[in-house]
DNA sequence: CAGAAAGCGTGAAACGATTCACGATCAACC
DNA sequence: GGTTGATCGTGAATCGTTTCACGCTTTCTG
């Protein structure tokens, strides 16, 4: 029950003593004579003039919104990039649909359906569902996720990331290495911080292990490792990467319960950028991943419908940041 | 480009021989004819028909899409919120439509204003702008903030929430309680955090202080507070009550720092019921905030455009959950 | 069995924008 | 001065729904 019924390009035309098309190209800052366009440009002012967007759509097929899917919004990277990406979108002027799936195939999918009404203009995706079926003639690029060389996938470099722990833990110091990983960094992309690792090892000449443990994996199962590895070992462990922040962080809680000392006896490098309340202290020291510039270029590509000659995976710098579990840390400060 | 041209509902219509009409009346349940149904059912089927979003809305003047606007993604407990209420706006067939405003004034009312262009058919909001226009004649809840009687607000049980965690304090032997807040805990509603607090205290005979910092202060400042209070007080205290879980857990870390015990020599509650990787272990004792009720409630009212005789204030339970920083709390097994 | 009431399919009108063929105006040029 | 072309305002047609007055059937009632 809008007080005043809002008011229509037609009134606007009626107002300004012109025709619709007139205003129709002055909304749209198209050329128009500078005495129609002020008199069209009065009137907007003088009735409050806003464009009807549901038309506008209708006519133009296009809603001005682009659908983000995301496994969920409360792991703290998901909750930067949302973060970032709903940002880029509103400084080119589009509008952000929401779509979280639960990391759940089936809603992935019903979402991608919906979409194909019309609902959206284009697709962002960071999905766990690797046989995705993917829409065609619907601007679609993902994040950390390669499918295929039709799909843009925009990444950042998980294997230089992965390649830069081992080469910081070995100039930290650290003799003898290990990689941990759970879940989600086991797959696609993310798996490359591995291989980056592996591959920055054999490099350096260092020894290491690699631990991978299933999605919701208790932490007792890295438990043991580590009590095998460091505890009982006589060429313990002195180095750890982990696939991401939050391993990393309980990594280092579980290691402290265990008596030993971060980053005194063993050091450790996460993967991600995570910061506690979003923008204070780094909750390990880590990869940096570039989740501004991730979110900018994904934003990029999928509002330009046009992704030929790209190449089908756009591989973002990462940095590495001291946090408190690498002994290049500033005495910290923080819990 | 998509390879087929979308069918509409004329489409439909000419392909099961009935009339427009008929078509539209099948598509939204209303009564029709079993043959005359199942003819247009079978025409969509075949064609794939899908309803124009943009159309409907246009002809309907409903969008369909909830804005919900929130300070931030980062936080925890906007996260979660964020996360339930997509869920129950889904659940009703809405889409949201997010609206993160980092705590910008004109940011907000921008986006009210976006809305009033028909972009939503209501507002679900969580901000920081007390003197907020809020628009007439659009659905309009808050959460955690009470603007006027007119403009229905959810919130947990804040009050409650205080005086519970003063009376667990206690129950678990604390004899000397503190209350301690930051930023957005001072604010409207989660400010009676600290009164139900307050009065837990005066009803068990208690002592008790209160320590209030403003937004963006460093740690440091209540280390102050805590050494003067706890290690240089020959009454020291025992017992702290935390504005929300993540200055609970700062905390936490700042009293081990300063050599305390957690939760041997104090115990410490905090209030969201924050975990930490969406669905692990609580971050910390707290009063937990029904989060999901939170979220059904606010999109129950959003979406129910009659308000009258509904208290202003709705008020949810909490409930008082052990983590690790209280000495009723399992050994911990988390980082 | 006539007449009223109820049920239901029909299709034109409307929502508010975009688009485009058309025509008017005007400057330029030979 | 007449012709050409560029520039630009006009308004009708259109996008794909919803809605509703209309009228045909069928059923009920006395």
Same mark, same amino acid.
């Given at each position: 029950m809008r007080s005043k019924q809002a008011a229509t390009m037609s009134d606007v035309a009626r107002e300004a003593g012109v025709a619709l098309g007139t205003v129709s190209k002055v909304i749209n800052g198209q050329p128009v004579g500078e005495a129609y366009r002020l008199r069209v440009e009065a009137a907007v002012k003088k009735l409050d003039y806003q464009v009807n967007p549901s038309a506008k759509a209708l006519k133009s097929?296009?809603?001005?919104f682009i659908a983000l899917i995301i496994?969920?919004?409360?792991t703290p990277f998901f909750a930067l990039l949302t973060q970032y990406v709903n940002l880029a979108l509103e400084k080119r002027g589009y509008k952000m649909m929401l779509c979280f799936t639960g990391r759940d195939a089936d809603r992935e999918q019903e979402f991608i359906r919906m979409v194909r009404r019309n609902q959206a203009d284009g697709i962002i995706a960071l999905t766990y569902t690797p046989d995705l079926e993917i829409p065609a003639g619907i601007p679609f690029v993902t994040i950390d996720r390669f499918f295929s060389v039709d799909v843009p996938c925009i990444a950042s470099d998980n294997f230089g990331g992965g390649r830069l722990a081992a080469q910081k833990l070995a100039e930290l110091g650290c003799t003898r290495l290990a990689c941990l990983r759970i879940g989600s960094s086991l797959v696609n992309e993310p798996s490359k911080r591995k291989d980056g690792f592996v591959s920055g090892c054999m490099e350096l000449g260092l020894p290491f292990e690699v631990c991978n443990l299933p999605d919701g994996s208790p932490m007792s199962a890295f438990e043991v490792f580590l009590k095998r590895n460091? $505890?009982?070992?006589?060429?313990? $462990?002195?180095g750890l990467f982990c696939g991401n922040d939050l391993l990393a962080w309980q990594v280092t809680g579980l290691l402290r319960r265990l008596g $030993?000392?971060?980053?005194?006896?063993v050091q450790v490098i996460g993967f991600d950028g995570i910061r506690m309340f979003g923008d204070q202290d780094y909750i390990c020291s880590t990869i940096v991943q570039p989740v501004a510039d991730i979110a900018e270029t994904a934003v990029n590509m999928v509002l330009s419908n046009d992704f030929t000659g790209l190449p089908p995976l756009i591989c973002l710098p990462v940095r590495y940041q001291p946090g408190g579990t690498t002994r290049d840390s500033a005495p910290h400060t923080e819990g």
């Amino acid at each position: 029950m809008r007080s005043k019924q809002a008011a229509t390009m037609s009134d606007v035309a009626r107002e300004a003593g012109v025709a619709l098309g007139t205003v129709s190209k002055v909304i749209n800052g198209q050329p128009v004579g500078e005495a129609y366009r002020l008199r069209v440009e009065a009137a907007v002012k003088k009735l409050d003039y806003q464009v009807n967007p549901s038309a506008k759509a209708l006519k133009s097929n296009r809603s001005g919104f682009i659908a983000l899917i995301i496994p969920d919004t409360t792991t703290p990277f998901f909750a930067l990039l949302t973060q970032y990406v709903n940002l880029a979108l509103e400084k080119r002027g589009y509008k952000m649909m929401l779509c979280f799936t639960g990391r759940d195939a089936d809603r992935e999918q019903e979402f991608i359906r919906m979409v194909r009404r019309n609902q959206a203009d284009g697709i962002i995706a960071l999905t766990y569902t690797p046989d995705l079926e993917i829409p065609a003639g619907i601007p679609f690029v993902t994040i950390d996720r390669f499918f295929s060389v039709d799909v843009p996938c925009i990444a950042s470099d998980n294997f230089g990331g992965g390649r830069l722990a081992a080469q910081k833990l070995a100039e930290l110091g650290c003799t003898r290495l290990a990689c941990l990983r759970i879940g989600s960094s086991l797959v696609n992309e993310p798996s490359k911080r591995k291989d980056g690792f592996v591959s920055g090892c054999m490099e350096l000449g260092l020894p290491f292990e690699v631990c991978n443990l299933p999605d919701g994996s208790p932490m007792s199962a890295f438990e043991v490792f580590l009590k095998r590895n460091i $505890l009982e070992s006589d060429q313990p $462990l002195d180095g750890l990467f982990c696939g991401n922040d939050l391993l990393a962080w309980q990594v280092t809680g579980l290691l402290r319960r265990l008596g $030993l000392r971060v980053p005194e006896d063993v050091q450790v490098i996460g993967f991600d950028g995570i910061r506690m309340f979003g923008d204070q202290d780094y909750i390990c020291s880590t990869i940096v991943q570039p989740v501004a510039d991730i979110a900018e270029t994904a934003v990029n590509m999928v509002l330009s419908n046009d992704f030929t000659g790209l190449p089908p995976l756009i591989c973002l710098p990462v940095r590495y940041q001291p946090g408190g579990t690498t002994r290049d840390s500033a005495p910290h400060t923080e819990g």
